[in-house]
């Protein structure tokens, strides 16, 4: 099994800046992708950035120029640099994590983290 355990979530004033971060441990040897999705209030779960573990990353469109991720293998952890943040970014943010090179809706990773609260005032 692996587990995903998340920090860095918080408040902040739109324009601010947060960093995520996911550490993954137990059986790490099955990750290749890992990754943030988010889910607002009354919205369905959306991708926000994945990266694989040869460094390959993917973002949404509307995270793209303000999000950043990377990945650390010696520490089987990622993390992801928020900036210039939106009110409209203000959601669960879940760190997820599997054998597959890639994932959009995040159905096919395996393992996920409880989630982290990110809150944007305007």
């Known amino acids: 099994q692996v587990q995903l355990v998340e920090s860095g979530g918080g408040l902040v004033q739109a324009g601010g800046s947060l960093i995520l971060s996911c550490a993954a441990s137990?059986?790490?040897?099955?990750?290749?992708?890992m990754g943030w999705y988010r889910r607002a209030p009354g919205k369905q779960r959306e991708f926000v950035a994945t990266?694989?573990?040869?460094?390959?990353?993917s973002y949404a469109d509307s995270v793209k120029g303000r999000f950043t991720l990377s990945r650390d293998n010696a520490k089987n952890t990622v993390y992801l640099q928020m900036n210039s943040l939106k009110p409209e970014d203000t959601a669960v943010y879940y760190c997820?994590?599997?054998?597959?090179?890639?994932?959009?809706?995040?159905?096919?990773?395996?393992?996920w983290g409880p989630g982290t609260q990110v809150t944007v005032s305007s």
């Open positions: 997820a994590a599997g054998p597959v090179s890639f994932s959009r809706t995040g159905s096919d990773l395996d393992y």
């Open positions: 990266v694989s573990k040869r460094g390959s990353t």
């Open positions: 137990g059986s790490v040897s099955r990750i290749n992708l």
